[in-house]
T-cell receptor, first 112, second 113 residues
Framework: DAGVIQSPRHEVTEMGQEVTLRCKPI?????LFWYRQTMMRGLELLIY????????DSGMPEDRFSAKMPNASFSTLKIQPSEPRDSAVYFC??????????FGPGTRLTVL | KQEVTQIPAALSVPEGENLVLNCSFTDSAIYNLQWFRQDPGKGLTSLLLIQSSQREQTSGRLNASLDKSSGRSTLYIAASQPGDSATYLC????????????FGSGTQLTVLP
């Protein structure tokens, strides 16, 4: 298996622009997680899905953030409009039940 | 709310030394605990997962222990190597229906050749 795939790996955009991050989980996994990592706050869970349904989005910082999972093999995290404080590394992870979570390589987002 | 603490924040040791990384958590109602490794600019790699009913797990030179009642876990690395240099994070998976991991802030390990 190729593992969790994320794209793009790096994104540089200007404040106010829309940003879309993409994730393909490991086949057969029923949970998908979006995390954000910053120096100041460490790793934070933003939202997670079970069988494509959002279960807990309490970590989403504000309405500018939205996430979708239209099918078992694809999820997006969208920021609109983006702000400089959104600059971080965004990770996607997947798991089968509460077993080991497997992380993607991350998307490094820089908002100028 | 679950809080996870890792001490020390950074550790530097000479090659060949055995070392212990510590993780503590405030809520003992956990389903399992995972140890991850993160290399600079990379994602997280799962090292060991300990179920709440287990006391320890071993993989090669790594041994992780869990004392749920006292809210502690340790990661023991035997005969450390420069390639072990990375940030090590522990994460707690709650019991019940929730599935989100709560992460510690990590221990940055440097093994000197």
């Amino acid at each position: 298996d190729a593992g969790v795939i994320q794209s793009p790996r790096h994104e540089v955009t200007e404040m106010g622009q829309e940003v879309t991050l993409r994730c393909k989980p490991i086949s057969g996994h029923d949970y998908l997680f979006w995390y954000r990592q910053t120096m100041m706050r460490g790793l934070e869970l933003l939202i997670y899905f079970n069988n494509n349904v959002p279960i807990d989005d309490s970590g989403m910082p504000e309405d500018r953030f939205s996430a979708k999972m239209p099918n078992a093999s694809f999820s997006t995290l969208k920021i609109q409009p983006s702000e400089p404080r959104d600059s971080a590394v965004y990770f996607c992870a997947s798991s089968k039940g509460q077993d080991t979570q497997y992380f993607g390589p991350g998307t490094r987002l820089t908002v100028l | 709310k679950q809080e996870v603490t890792q001490i020390p924040a950074a550790l530097s040791v000479p090659e060949g030394e055995n070392l212990v990384l510590n993780c503590s958590f405030t809520d003992s109602a956990i389903y399992n605990l995972q140890w991850f490794r993160q290399d600079p600019g990379k994602g997280l790699t799962s090292l060991l997962l300990i179920q709440s009913s287990q006391r320890e797990q071993t993989s090669g030179r790594l041994n992780a222990s869990l004392d749920k009642s006292s809210g502690r876990s340790t990661l023991y690395i035997a005969a450390s190597q420069p390639g072990d240099s990375a940030t090590y994070l522990c994460a707690v998976n709650p019991s019940g229906s929730a599935r989100q991991l709560t992460f510690g802030s990590g221990t940055q390990l440097t093994v000197l050749p």
